[in-house]
């Protein structure tokens, strides 16, 4: 079964995961800008950052077959330094308009503190004034139903922000029923020792419908399974769910939510395949 995984962080991976995601049936990923394993000095290191993302991760992607698209930001880890940020965030347009970008993420909250409640609005302005789509980080553990609910005020207080466009990334049994019930997309990542796993997130599918919900393996630094979709694929399977459901959360949803992008180019296999004969 083909997939796409919306939300995976392969700056942090080796070559040959993208070797084993192809194999395994993924055609595309979506990557979030996000921390990289400490804090940067300067605006210019991120600039770097966003020239691997939208440059490089492409063509390595690209060996093996695999659709790569990104999204830029500064991340809520680095989101206390409200200087830094704020220089980062005015040399994001720069960017916005390369192939492949579909918008501002990951952002959102860390320790839910106040300079990060500032940078995350002042993402939203840019994601307004610019017309792009939004990828919300919630924070881990003990601080994730009150950062989540955080989030969701400060979205649901801007008119200008169209729910449809957003995804809230993340979720988990406490907080998922906030985020479809506010109309927003949710977002489940799948991780070995902490966040989702698969067989509870299909426990959120049976719960709620397939609608609005996508599935992601994140790849962090930490221990994680780029290929955690394809765990979810098979746990879907072993509770005896048919294969278009499982197909419409792994392939049909994610195109669904970035085909909202301008700059989502995506080229389907079955367009490959009658473009071949």
């Given at each position: 079964?083909?997939?796409?995984d ?16 192809a ?46 698209y ?44 106040k ?6 609005l ?32 400060m ?9 449809g ?26 991780y070995?020792?902490?966040k989702?796993?698969?067989?509870r ?77």
């Amino acid at each position: 079964m083909y997939y796409f995984d919306p939300h995976i962080h392969m700056v942090s991976r080796v070559t040959d995961d993208y070797e084993t995601l192809a194999k395994m049936g993924c055609i595309g990923v979506s990557e979030p800008a996000f921390w990289a394993g400490y804090d940067r000095g300067s605006a210019e290191g991120f600039r770097d950052y966003f020239r691997q993302l939208t440059e490089f991760e492409p063509t390595r992607a690209s060996w093996y077959g695999i659709q790569h698209y990104t999204w830029l930001c500064i991340n809520a880890k680095e989101a206390e330094n409200v200087t830094l940020a704020r220089e980062v965030i005015a040399m994001i347009p720069e960017f916005l308009d390369r192939p492949g970008v579909l918008g501002i993420g990951e952002i959102g909250l860390n320790k839910n503190s106040k300079n990060e409640a500032t940078i995350f609005l002042e993402h939203l302005d840019l994601a307004a004034e610019t017309d792009q789509q939004i990828l919300i980080h919630t924070p881990h553990l003990e601080d994730k139903y009150q950062g989540t609910r955080m989030i969701l005020d400060m979205l649901c207080h801007d008119r200008r922000i169209d729910r449809g466009r957003v995804c809230v990334d993340h979720v988990e049994e406490h907080t998922a029923r906030m985020v479809i019930e506010n109309g927003f997309w949710a977002g489940m990542t799948l991780y070995p020792v902490s966040k989702c796993t698969a067989e509870r997130a299909v426990d959120l599918v049976e719960m709620y419908g397939p609608e609005r919900f996508l599935v992601n393996s994140a790849g962090d630094w930490g221990p994680s399974r780029p290929t955690a979709v394809p765990d979810f694929i098979l746990a879907m399977r072993r509770r005896g769910h048919p294969e278009q459901l499982i197909r419409r959360v792994v392939y049909e949803n994610p195109l669904q939510f970035f085909r909202q992008s301008r700059n989502f180019a995506f080229t389907s296999p079955e367009s490959r395949e009658s473009a071949a004969h």
